[in-house]
């Protein structure tokens, strides 16, 4: 029998919903559908029936969740300790981070939901940004903690060694396109209400925004681990934001179903103490 046919029976069986169990799994509605289709075929009940707008699961189908769901875990354990554990992670700390071996490091998607989304899915067994969740299937580590700094080219017509207040809200910034909790870096970190920014250009990638500030006036911003990192190579000034703001607290979240597998905590304890040195 199809494996995969199994899990898209337990994720329908677990949200009673093919909506829900499409958007978990990644698939369309018509190929959850059809997998729940062909695995009644293959064992010759009914596994679903209407109830109002949605389904619920037959008898047949709460005996069939409750002979493979530890089974079907077993497998999906055995999978991750023969295979690299896949990481979204923030572009602030791939630098530090990037050289742990068996791990296949991507940078975290600029929608928050799509990080969340993939955890929840299997799609990635880790994510390191700053987002947090209250959701109960995932664990939070807080793992690093930065500060949030600007950078101005080192021949800046206005901008000398001190960045002010003033200059700093009149001249023009290269900003992330990157929201999270629905507000940009500035917002996301201050508490206060603050006047709006002069944007002149929006970047997917920090590594991007310092280069542009490095041929024009404009101010980019970073942590200032990564800023003290390119800035020498770049011809950039790192400056204090002057604003009241929180510092940078970066979070490794991953679904509660791994905290007690061992290669998952093999690698997470390799990246705590990755950071811990650098902090």
Not at 83 to 93: F, G, K, M
Not at 183 to 211: C, G, Q, Y
Not at 268 to 278: G, S
Request: glycine letters at 2%; proline letters at 4%; one cysteine or more.
């Amino acid at each position: 029998m199809d494996l995969n046919l199994l899990t898209t029976f337990l994720a329908v069986y677990k949200h009673s919903s093919i909506t829900a169990a499409s958007e978990q799994l990644d698939l369309t509605q018509p190929a959850v559908s059809a997998a729940i289709k062909r695995l009644e075929t293959v064992v010759g009940k009914t596994l679903f029936v209407r109830e109002g707008r949605g389904i619920a699961p037959t008898g047949a189908a709460v005996s069939l969740a409750n002979k493979i769901e530890d089974p079907l875990n077993v497998i999906t354990t055995l999978e991750q300790q023969t295979n690299n554990l896949n990481i979204y992670c923030t572009e602030s700390l791939l630098h530090l981070i990037s050289d742990i071996d068996n791990v296949n490091f991507s940078e975290a998607p600029l929608q928050e939901n799509e990080l969340f989304d993939a955890l929840i899915s299997q799609k990635v067994d880790i994510v390191i940004d700053v987002i947090s969740s209250k959701k109960h299937t995932l664990i939070e580590e807080v793992l690093f903690t930065d500060e949030a700094v600007c950078l101005t080219r080192i021949e800046h017509p206005r901008i000398k060694e001190q960045l002010t207040q003033e200059a700093y809200f009149q001249e023009e910034h290269i900003a992330l396109k990157i929201k999270r909790a629905d507000m940009n870096t500035v917002e996301f970190l201050s508490d206060a209400d603050l006047p709006p920014r002069k944007i002149k250009i929006e970047t997917s990638s920090i590594a991007s925004m310092l280069m542009l500030a490095s041929s024009t006036n404009y101010i980019a911003s970073s942590t200032r681990s990564l800023a003290e990192k390119l800035a020498p190579q770049l011809d950039l000034k790192i400056h204090s934001i002057p604003l009241p703001l929180h510092p940078i607290k970066f979070r490794m979240l991953y679904h509660r179903r791994y905290a007690k597998d061992e290669q998952h905590l093999k690698v997470r304890e390799l990246i705590k103490k990755t950071l811990i040195k650098h902090k």
